[in-house]
Nanobody, 124 residues
Framework: EVQLVESGGGLVQAGGSLRLSCAAS????????VGWFRQAPGKEREAVSC????????YYADSVKGRFTISSDDGKNIMYLYMNSVKPEDTAVYYC?????????????????WGQGTQVTVSS
């Protein structure tokens, strides 16, 4: 009954911006690490950005640092990924996930729940 649903993906030109959202039901983000991962065809799912349960400084992959921003509204059970200055190599299916009681968040194997994914395509 736990469900995470992503939205906000689509087609965007290189250099543009978009916001991804992840809404949880049957589950509370509070007390959990939350994060965004992405997977391109033929590649493994990789961490993009995440925040541990302590809500300290977020983790950002080197490839997105300075361009993407993660935000979590625990009271509303919604988290966001703000994507700026997007590049064609950002093209992937983006997944949100939650890892209960975890502070370490950049490994896909720590996560208990995943959304269905939302496609982001960046054209040159």
């Amino acid at each position: 009954e736990v469900q995470l649903v992503e939205s906000g993906g689509g087609l965007v030109q290189a250099g543009g911006s978009l916001r991804l959202s992840c809404a949880a039901s049957g589950f509370s983000f509070e007390g959990s690490a939350v994060g965004w991962f992405r997977q391109a065809p033929g590649k493994e799912r990789e961490a993009v950005s995440c925040i541990g349960r302590s809500r300290g400084s977020p983790y950002y992959a080197d490839s997105v640092k300075g361009r993407f921003t993660i935000s979590s509204d625990d009271g509303k059970n919604i988290m966001y990924l703000y994507m700026n200055s997007v590049k064609p190599e950002d093209t992937a299916v983006y997944y949100c996930g939650a890892a209960r009681w975890r502070d370490y968040c950049s490994s896909r194997y720590e996560y208990d729940y995943w959304g269905q994914g939302t496609q982001v395509t960046v054209s040159s």
